[in-house]
Each structure stands twice: as structure tokens, then as C-alpha cells.
């Protein structure tokens, strides 16, 4: 059973270009959640998704950065027009369900860095 | 939202030791889980244990809730074991963790020398 499957692994992109970072949950998966780990804040909730909703979206910045998990497809994070600051490690996690006492299983990460 | 406090920040040890990772937390939780971050900065899945004690080979942890702490205990170390541990949780006390998000700590840095 494959774990949670994220790509690129690592991505560079100079500044003011787009970038998209994908996740594909585990089989049976259907909830999806996206956190950042900055070097000096750590590992930072972003948003969380169920198939073809936004359901909390509160930690992501509210520019430029857009998330979504269509009914067919992986979760896909993008970030319009980066800049230095976005160069963080990206996780996604997923879920069988939703509620307090779920377990959440990572994905690799994707190593964004913005030159 | 809730506080996660790791220590010690840091950890050095020989190969054979044991050692013990503290988390504390502000609030009651509902869910905890420990992490190790490798050298290739992956995330992998130690431990779901919001409460009790759970055993996985060398490792093991126990979390008691109504301290608001819990303890991951690595035992023989191995310079494989070396990384990043994190402690995360989710408390139905935070508006944001009633939809599971999960608030990390700073984590404790563990290096295990040959």
C-alpha cells in the first residue's frame, strides 16, 4: 500500500515565476492537508482539503498562494509570482476521515527553493 | 492555538545509549503524534498516541494526558536514529484542531555518533 506521494521532490524557480506541488493521498484517503516548515517557524498548518472542497484554509497567506483537490487528481498547492521568503519545505499529509482523533500520515516533502 | 514545548532542544549521544525526548503541552489533546525528520529532511511516522503506551522495536513512547506531556524513549541508539524529532497534536480546545490540524514543536535535534 503506497504511502502518501508528493512531486517534485525538489523544485527551483526564480523569482515572480509560478510554482504547482503535488500530492496524491494514500488509497482510501480522502482528506488532504498541507503544511510549510520554514527554517526558523517550523512546521506551520497551511490548509486542509476533502475531494473538490476547501475546508480550512485559515493558515494559508492570503495572496498568492491557492490549493485544491479535484474529484480526479492529486491535491495541487500553487504559489503565483514567488518570491524568496516561499523557499520552505512543503508536506502533505493525508487522512482517512476527518475529526479529532485521526491520525495524519507525511508525505516526502517538496524542497521549494526561489532564486 | 495551542503551546508544544520539546526538550532537550538538543542531543548528543555514543551509539548504545538510551535516551528520552519530553513533550509538554498548554492544553488537553486529542490527538499526538511523534515524527522523525531524517538527514533528507523526510518526515516519517513514529507514533499516534494520545494516550498510554505504545512499543516499536527500540522505540516507545507514552503519552499522559491529564499531565499534558508525553515521552518518547529510544533505546540502543544507532547512528541511523540521528534526525529531528517532533511532537504534534491536535486539541478540540483550538477552533482550528475541531478540523485536525496539527500544532508541532521545535522539535529536539538528535545526533547519534559512532
Known amino acids: 500500500n503506497a504511502g502518501v506521494m508528493q512531486n517534485p521532490r525538489h523544485l527551483v524557480r526564480r523569482r515572480g515565476q509560478e510554482a504547482r506541488l503535488r500530492c496524491s493521498p494514500m488509497k482510501g484517503h480522502s482528506h488532504v492537508y498541507w503544511y510549510r516548515q520554514l527554517p526558523e517557524e517550523g512546521l506551520k498548518f497551511m490548509v486542509y482539503?476533502?475531494?473538490?472542497?476547501?475546508?480550512?484554509e485559515s493558515g494559508m497567506p492570503k495572496e498568492r498562494f491557492s490549493a485544491e483537490f479535484p474529484k480526479e487528481g492529486p491535491s495541487i498547492l500553487r504559489i503565483q509570482q514567488v518570491v524568496r521568503g516561499d523557499s520552505a519545505a512543503y508536506f502533505c499529509a493525508s487522512s482517512q476521515r476527518t475529526g479529532l482523533e485521526v491520525e495524519q500520515f507525511f508525505g516526502p516533502g517538496t524542497r521549494l527553493t526561489v532564486l | 492555538g495551542i503551546q508544544v514545548e520539546q526538550s532537550p532542544p538538543d542531543l548528543i549521544l555514543q551509539e548504545g545509549a538510551n535516551s528520552t525526548l519530553r513533550c509538554n503541552f498548554s492544553?488537553?489533546?486529542?490527538?499526538l503524534q511523534w515524527f522523525h525528520q531524517n538527514p533528507w529532511g523526510q518526515l516519517i511516522n513514529l507514533f499516534y498516541i494520545p494516550s498510554g503506551t505504545k512499543q516499536n522495536g527500540r522505540l516507545s513512547a507514552t503519552t499522559v494526558a491529564t499531565e499534558r506531556y508525553s515521552l518518547l524513549y529510544i533505546s540502543s541508539s544507532q547512528t541511523t536514529d540521528s534526525g529531528v524529532y517532533f511532537c504534534a497534536v491536535v486539541s478540540f480546545t483550538d477552533r482550528g484542531s475541531t478540523l485536525g490540524r496539527l500544532y508541532f514543536g521545535r522539535g529536539t535535534q538528535l545526533t547519534v555518533w559512532p
Open positions: 482539503l476533502q475531494k473538490e472542497n476547501i475546508i480550512d
Open positions: 492544553d488537553s489533546v486529542n490527538n
